[in-house]
């Protein structure tokens, strides 16, 4: 990757085909209908932001954000729904360069803290102490319940 620029940009229509890509490096198999369908809801919530890193024009990763109120804390926050990098292009500062848009769109919207969940498995190995560079602190155990 040197000497190749990465431009950090909002997320259109046009990038649906990589984002299915990265989606599914991140575990989350879907098709182009379907987050066609997804990006379609998103778009009309201004709560709701997505970023892209490009390299040579092409979409290597993405961050979702989401801006939300707590019941358990005053202010606006700011959660990272999502956060992928193609994995030819893992460890060349992609993910910080996302990292820090989210963090620039967070302030842009007040919020006094950006936190994130990440599965406990195995191979989120890396990408928690990636977290823990950046500054994130291991506080909480997600839990999900299916309906």
Same mark, same amino acid.
């Given at each position: 990757?040197?000497?190749?620029?990465?431009?950090?940009?909002?997320?259109?229509? +046009?990038?649906?085909?990589? @984002?299915?890509?990265?989606?599914?490096?991140?575990?989350?198999?879907?098709?182009?209908? *379907?987050?066609?369908?997804?990006?379609? =809801?998103?778009?009309?919530?201004?709560?709701? +932001?997505? #970023?892209? =890193?490009?390299?040579?024009?092409?979409? *290597?990763?993405?961050?979702?954000?989401?801006?939300? @109120?707590?019941?358990? !804390?005053?202010?606006?926050?700011?959660?990272?729904?999502?956060?992928?990098?193609?994995?030819?292009?893992?460890?060349?500062?992609?993910?910080?360069?996302?990292?820090? =848009?989210?963090?620039?769109? &967070?302030? %842009?919207?007040?919020?006094? &803290?950006? &936190?994130?969940? %990440?599965?406990? !498995?195995?191979?989120?190995?890396?990408?928690?102490?990636?977290? !823990?560079? @950046?500054? #994130? &602190?291991? @506080?909480?155990?997600?839990?999900?319940?299916?309906?």
């Amino acid at each position: 990757m040197n000497n190749h620029t990465v431009v950090i940009r909002e997320a259109h229509q +046009q990038d649906i085909t990589p @984002l299915v890509g990265l989606m599914e490096q991140l575990g989350y198999p879907t098709t182009e209908e *379907v987050f066609k369908i997804r990006m379609d =809801a998103l778009e009309q919530h201004e709560d709701y +932001q997505i #970023f892209v =890193a490009e390299v040579d024009e092409q979409v *290597v990763g993405m961050i979702g954000l989401i801006r939300e @109120l707590r019941f358990e !804390r005053d202010g606006v926050h700011v959660r990272i729904g999502s956060l992928v990098v193609n994995e030819q292009y893992r460890g060349a500062g992609i993910g910080h360069s996302l990292v820090q =848009a989210a963090e620039g769109w &967070a302030g %842009s919207v007040g919020a006094q &803290a950006i &936190a994130l969940n %990440s599965g406990n !498995r195995d191979e989120r190995t890396g990408a928690h102490e990636f977290y !823990r560079k @950046l500054g #994130f &602190a291991g @506080l909480s155990t997600g839990f999900v319940k299916k309906l």
